[in-house]
């Protein structure tokens, strides 16, 4: 069974521009969250999606959205990209909204802003 | 508002050691405590899982506790070898909120 899968892997992008990143979660799983990682704020949670709806949203500027498709697949735009906006992003899924059950992650894409 | 403290923040032992993270949080109105091992550069790999319910799990080396009442978990490894280098991180997963919130990790090293 695949794991959860982000793309790309890689990303270098100016001051200024839109970026998009994917995230298709374990087969069966319909729970897909984002969180930000950076060295002086650790893990950071984004937002969270089940069934194309969102659930929940942490505290992130309006740049941050994000949308999830019928089959589960999301993406997290962030617009008007800052150098502070340099992470990684990772994004997890879960079988559903059970609070109980298990998240797991992806490899994560790694932003850069120059 | 949820705090989740990890101490050390550095660990570095000889292999074959025995080792105890630690992990704490101020809200004991948790669903879950979740650890993960993430390598340099890369995702999250969840160990275990531990509900509110219960007071341990155990995966192979690995054995987590929770006593929720005094917002503890630690991790121990059994045996430690070079492989087990990583950072680890704990989560909880609040009430009401339904999202995992972080401790800032434990960088392991282990060296031959």
């Known amino acids: 069974k695949a794991g959860v899968t982000q793309t790309p892997r890689y990303l270098i992008k100016t001051r200024g521009q839109q970026v998009t990143l994917s995230c298709s979660p374990i087969?069966?799983?319909?729970?897909v969250s984002w969180y930000q990682q950076t060295p002086g704020q650790g893990l950071q949670f984004l937002f969270e999606?089940?069934?194309?709806?969102?659930?929940n949203k942490g505290n992130f500027p309006g740049r941050f959205s994000g949308r999830q498709f019928s089959n589960s697949r999301s993406e997290m735009n962030v617009s008007t990209l800052e150098l502070g906006d340099s992470a990684l992003y990772l994004c997890?899924?879960?079988?559903?909204?059970?609070?109980?059950?298990?998240?797991?992650f992806g490899q994560g894409t790694r932003l850069t802003v120059v | 508002k949820q705090e989740v403290t990890q101490i050390p923040a550095a660990l570095s032992v000889p292999e074959g050691e025995n080792l105890v993270l630690n992990c704490s949080f101020t809200?004991?109105?948790?669903?879950?405590l979740q650890w993960f091992r993430q390598d340099p550069g890369k995702g999250l790999t969840s160990l275990l899982l531990?509900?509110?319910?219960?007071r341990e799990q155990t995966s192979g080396r690995l054995n987590a506790s929770l006593d929720k009442s005094s917002g503890r978990s630690t991790l121990y490894i059994a045996a430690s070898q070079p492989g087990d280098s990583a950072t680890y991180l704990c989560?909880?997963?609040?009430?009401?909120?339904?999202?995992?919130?972080f401790g800032t990790g434990t960088r392991l090293q282990v060296f031959p």
């Open positions: 087969s069966g799983h319909r729970s």
């Open positions: 989560a909880v997963k609040n009430f009401n909120t339904d999202k995992l919130i």
């Open positions: 531990i509900q509110s319910s219960q």
């Open positions: 997890a899924s879960s079988p559903s909204i059970e609070p109980r059950t298990e998240a797991f």
């Open positions: 809200d004991s109105a948790i669903y879950n």
């Open positions: 999606y089940f069934s194309e709806t969102q659930r």
